[in-house]
Each structure stands twice: as C-alpha cells, then as structure tokens.
C-alpha cells in the first residue's frame, strides 16, 4: 500500500493508505478525545467528540474520516474546541452527575473530559431517559439516565463475545439500548460476562457486588472455579466481584447439609462425595375420625398410614418431585446425588421452603452459591447445555411417566423424544404464550409454577396455577378451542423462575397418534376444563367482574357465611369445629363482610388457589372436582398457609418416632406437622359449625348463586 503524507496540528506525518485521521493523529501521539472509538475497534462516530478540521466548511468525525494526500488537519483549533465543548454540554444535559461510575470509581470517561474542559454544569435542561433504571440483573446494573448511546456495549457484546444480546430501539429522544427485543436485562438472554461493563464509558453499565454476604465455608478462589467445567466462560470479573457469593464448604458423613421446610437462599453443587437426599416427615394423611356416641364428640386427628388411605390420584403416582436433578421413588422416598450434581436451584432462584433434607453419605466438598451466582449459570450456553443434557438422560422418563395421563408411554417413544425436546426457562412474569396465538408447541412444568388465565372484556379471568408436573398447551394442538382450534385458548405466564420441557407439535401429534389412550385422557381432561370455565364466565356476565373478584367470592366453590342479623357472636361454631377436630380449630370467625354477611375465615375450596403456588414437593393439588387436597407427602412447611389469603389452613403438630436424622441409625420422638383446611366434616351429615349455631345464621354456600341475588340488585 502506497503512503500518504498529510499534516496534524502542524507536524508532518506519513501513514498508509486507508488510514483514518483519528489514527493517524494517535500513531504521532496526538489525543483526540472520544467516548464511542476505543482501539481495534469498527469506528462508527456517533458521539462525535473526535472533531476536526480537515478543509472544507464543516467539521469531520476523525475516526471515520480517511486520511488524505496533502490534507492539513486541526485538532484542537478555536472552532474544534468550541464545537467540542457545546457537544459535551448537549451530552451532559442527558446525563445525571455524578453518575454510578464516578460515584464508586471516580473513570466515567464523559465527566472527566467535562471536567478538563471546565465544564461544572450545562447551559441545556436536563433531559434524563425515560426508561430510568433496570435493576432486573442480579450481576449488572443498568441505568438508562447515564447512557450516551455510543454503542460501545453493543460492539462488545456482538463482535468481541458474539452473544449479540444488546441492540438499539426506538428513534430520537427515546432511543436507547435493549436487551434482546427489549426485555428487562434480567429476563434476557444475557450471560453477564460484562463485556459491556468493561465497555461502558459511563455509569450505564456497572457491576453489582454482594455486599454483607456471610454464608460459611471458605471463599471460593477463582481460579478454581473457573476450572471446573460448571464455571467455565464466565466472567472472571463477575466472579471476582463476587467472590463471597460463591465458598467452599466441606460435609462429614452423617452431617445434614439442609432439612425439608427450611427457607434458604441458596444453591449447592457437588465437587467430591455422594449425598442421601430424602424425606424425614412421615407419608401420611391428616386424618380425623370418633367414636359413635352424638354429634358434638371430640374427633380425634391423627397420621394415617399411605397403605390405609390411599387417594385415587396417589395410587400409580411413581415418585416425589424435589428440588434436585432426581426425583424421590414414592414407595421409598430417598436417592443418591453425586459429583456433578446440582440441588437447591428452586430454593435459591424463587426462595421456596427446602423440599427435602439432604445428608453426606460420605465425606463431601460441595460449593454453595447464592442466587446471582446461580443465575449466571444457568445463562450460560455450554452449563445450560451440560444441565439439559442431564435432565433428558436421568429424569425427562420419570417426568413424563409420573404425570397419570402419560403413564402409558414406552421407553423407546421416550428415547425417541430425548433428542427433540427442550428445556426453556422463564423469569418471573414472562408469558410462555399467548391467548389467540397458534399452538406450536406442548409444555411440561419441571420448575416453578405458571398461571393460566383468559382475557375477557370483563377483565382477566385466572382459571388455574400449574406447578411441577402440570402440563399446558393440549387443547389448541387437539383443535379443541373456540373457532375451530389451533389456537391458544389461554394465556399462561411464568409466576417465578419457570423451567418447561417445549414437545414441539409434530412430536406431540406423534405421540397421541401412537398411544390412543393418551389423546382420549386429553380430551376427556380439556372438555371439563372447557366447560368448568364456560360456566364460569357464565356466572359472571351479569355481574361486575372486578367487584366480584376483588372480594374473592368467585373463586370459591364453597363458603361458610354468617348472616350478621341473626348471629349473636356466641362463638358456638367455633367451638363446635375445634371439638370436631382435636381441638384444633379449622374456623375462625372473622373474615370479610360483603353486605349483611360475614364470610367466615374457612377452607373455601378455591377454583384458583394460591395455595398452590410453590409446594416444594407439590403435595398440595386440585381434584377435577375442584376440590383442594393435601397429599400424604406433604412436609409441613407452612407455606401453604402462607399463601392462602383466606388464612384459611393451619398446621397441626403430631409427635412420631422415626429415625433420627442427625444420628443415622437411630430413633426419636420429633414433633412433626401437617397442612390441614376444613374437611366440611365428611363424616357427619353437615359441617358442624352449621349443625351447633342455635340461631341458624351460620351456611355453607355455593357463592355464585348465593350472592348472585345481591350483586345483581
């Protein structure tokens, strides 16, 4: 390539062609200030602080602008300097100062050249975006008000780590950066590498520490991290920043790493040993029972046996689902995990109660990490690879089988979808899909729960919540919707961190075409669902429909109501319910008033109960009858109870003898407890509650009709 001679600033210098004069000035060690250039980098200039002259009436960008022969170029001319000064006040005014950068670091590139150029403030009003702050991101935090749009983050991201996650929207003021289709930077595709941190010249983009973190153990040293296959392209910086979120902790056998029904924050991965996960609360049902001597005798409640009262929907259940890459076989709920393993993933990334308790079977080193940590993780390509893999090897049978419906399914269809299906997540209210759209694919929940609603001119009409072992998307891919089929007929959206197995259409088509039976347990299930909600929204026509659901008397199938003018408050409900169940009370009397009646603090056997809503082992479940019920598994970790905003269940304690989980081997007497709601007293003719009010103000109702009268008036 033939040289070019020009001159900068009064020096002669000689550069090849297709140099540009940004270049040209910085091999002769002449500064140009910019924020959207750096070096080895495309040149785009947009923010336009590399200014010069160059000949001609109007100002050039240096680091697009080639080099040319005989050119004489001014760097730092009357007119460059004021030009480049009116362009730092135009971008000061959208910038908040001091920004995050210079705040913790005191480097935000664009604030120092205004600083050396004596500039304290702006002539221009302030500007700031719109969009404000994301701080969706358990690693990055994002603020909109400080970016300048040089596009260094996008370049970043694409060209150095092609993960081509950041891109530009909209036009003019509201321009701005966006994370895949401009989605919170939390719910994107991000893996957090922070590329775009390092990038970033002002305070737009900056690192997240953990900060007061104390988890026990050793801090994990990042070297070691990032040699073991799970941590591997991640951010050495991330995990620097980071470093306490992530220790080292060691197990001798025998020694409990969590119990079941404990809240915690974090997850754990297997580095060396074997772990015994299991569950230490008794199966068994809640159940109350007397003698024959009048109405009014005490009931007593006490655990019965699986074996003794075995429920329709427990008869070919297969296994429990848990927090960890294996299920629990029901019949024996214990099973091994290993080196590789990853447990504690819904606790960490929902903070759900543990779902079992886990114990070393032999000396263990084991890397426990908080949830921002965990987070990344799973973001990145090759761990979310490694992670589905495992899943489809080791649980996608199990999954499939121990859903009742597909329990027909033979292990060579099964291998057969190995290869085909995938494992999508989802963050907390992502929509998986959409009311009215085409149905292309059928989900299985592995992790987290979903509601399903529907969109009426009435408002939203939630028709159920999903947890593990649920599935969704069969009546648009069976042609069973409104108008034909082939067609969403409900929205359904992620609750919490959601994990769903995607079976795209051909294969479910070619699994209900091979196994009759299962598109017939479909349809037969879609047809009650269908006209449960056609009833529904029938119901409701006529009735103003945030009214009725603000009360929450829709979703009931069941309420106990006392008509105000007739009771006395003699609490004889009360009483007569506690004397029907060991002295455990199921009613409270108060509760919400809707015009002269009190509708009673009782199990409402909800048609969409938030009680569901994060079981950790998913115990607690809707009959097709709509009935609620708590399985034999349950572990009596309370969050049910939480959950109902009725406080419609409580917990009852029972002492049993089983084996010590602290000293493997032997036996104990612990206190236990279950979830219980108001059986409507099943063994008597009606609820005792009705049967002891002398003034006959206390009944159970259907609420749709009951209240249907009064609203419509």
Not at 57 to 74: H, I, K
Not at 453 to 470: A, I, K
Request: net charge neutral; glycine share 8%.
């Amino acid at each position: 390539m033939s040289d070019l001679h020009l001159t900068i600033d009064g020096q002669a210098v000689t550069v090849p062609s297709g140099t540009t004069v940004f270049d040209a000035a910085r091999l002769q060690g002449i500064a140009i200030p910019t924020l959207c250039h750096q070096q080895n980098e495309t040149p785009v200039g947009v923010c336009r602080l590399c200014v010069v002259e160059a000949g001609g009436r109007v100002l050039s960008a240096s680091c697009v602008r080639p080099a040319e022969e005989g050119m004489t170029v001014a760097t730092n001319s009357d007119k460059v300097r004021n030009v480049r000064r009116t362009l730092l006040e135009l971008l000061m005014a959208d910038h908040p100062s001091p920004c995050a950068r210079q705040s913790q670091s005191g480097d935000c590139e664009l604030e120092t050249l205004a600083r050396q150029e004596g500039l304290s403030g702006s002539r221009f009003s302030k500007r700031l975006s719109p969009r404000g702050q994301d701080d969706s991101s358990l690693a990055i935090a994002v603020d909109h008000e400080a970016c300048i749009l040089c596009d260094r983050c996008i370049r970043g991201c694409g060209e150095i780590r092609n993960n081509f996650v950041l891109g530009r929207r909209g036009k003019g003021f509201n321009a701005g950066i966006a994370f895949d289709l401009n989605r919170p930077m939390g719910n994107s595709t991000c893996v957090s590498c922070g590329e775009c941190v390092v990038s970033c010249p002002t305070g737009a983009l900056t690192n997240k520490f953990v900060v007061q973190t104390e988890l026990g153990g050793e801090p994990a040293e990042v070297e070691d991290l990032l040699k073991l296959p799970y941590f591997q392209k991640v951010s050495g910086t991330f995990l620097e920043l980071n470093r306490n979120a992530v220790v080292r902790r060691h197990f001798r056998a025998g020694d409990i790493i969590c119990r079941e029904g404990e809240y915690g924050s974090t997850a754990f991965y297997i580095l060396e040993g074997t772990a015994q996960v299991f569950l230490s609360t008794p199966i068994a049902h809640v159940h109350t029972e007397g003698g024959a001597h009048g109405f009014f005798q005490r009931l007593g409640s006490r655990l019965l046996g699986r074996k003794q009262d075995r429920r329709e929907g427990e008869v070919n259940r297969r296994t429990i689902p848990i927090d960890a890459s294996v299920d629990l076989p029901y019949d024996n709920p214990v099973a091994q995990l290993g080196p590789g393993d990853l447990f504690g993933e819904m606790t960490c990334m929902s903070l759900y109660p543990r779902s079992a308790t886990v114990r070393a079977a032999t000396d263990c080193t084991m890397y426990e990490m908080l949830r921002n940590v965990l987070d990344i993780m799973q973001r990145n390509k090759n761990i979310k690879g490694s992670l589905d893999e495992n899943y489809k090897r080791r649980a996608l049978e199990d999954h499939l089988k121990n859903v009742p419906l597909f329990a027909s399914l033979t292990p060579e269809f099964i291998d057969s979808l190995r290869d085909r299906v995938e494992l999508v997540r989802y963050g907390k209210g992502d929509v998986i899909c959409r009311q009215g759209d085409v149905a292309d694919s059928f989900y299985l929940i592995r992790i987290g729960f979903v509601k399903v609603s529907e969109d009426h001119p009435q408002g939203e009409l939630v028709l159920n919540y999903l947890g593990r072992g649920g599935y969704f998307g069969e009546i648009g891919l069976l042609g069973m919707g409104a108008g034909g089929g082939g067609r969403r007929t409900a929205t359904c959206s992620a609750l919490d961190h959601v994990e769903v197995v995607r079976i795209g259409a051909e294969d479910f088509q070619r699994m209900v075409d091979s196994f009759p039976e299962i598109r017939q347990n479909l349809e037969s299930v879609a047809v009650k669902h269908l006209e449960q909600n056609r009833q529904r929204l029938a119901q409701t026509v006529d009735v103003p429909l945030d009214r009725f659901l603000a009360q929450g008397l829709m979703e009931a199938q069941s309420l106990l109501v006392l008509d105000l003018e007739k009771c006395t408050r003699c609490d004889s409900c009360v009483r007569a319910c506690a004397d029907a169940h060991d002295g455990v009370t199921r009613l409270i009397r108060e509760g919400l008033r809707f015009e002269n009646y009190l509708v009673a603090t009782s199990c409402r056997q909800c048609r969409d109960p938030l009680c569901m809503v994060g079981c950790p082992v998913g115990s607690i479940r809707r009959r097709q009858s709509l009935e609620v019920i708590i399985e034999d598994w349950c572990i009596g970790c309370g969050l049910c109870a939480k959950n109902c905003p009725y406080g419609n269940i409580t917990l009852h304690p029972f002492e049993v003898n089983i084996d010590n989980p602290d000293t493997p081997g032997k036996r104990a007497v612990v206190t236990k407890q279950k979830a219980t709601s108001c059986d409507l007293c099943t063994d008597h003719a009606e609820p005792s509650c009705v049967y002891a009010c002398p003034h006959d103000a206390a009944h159970r109702v259907d609420p749709n009709q009951f209240f249907r009268h009064v609203i419509s008036g």
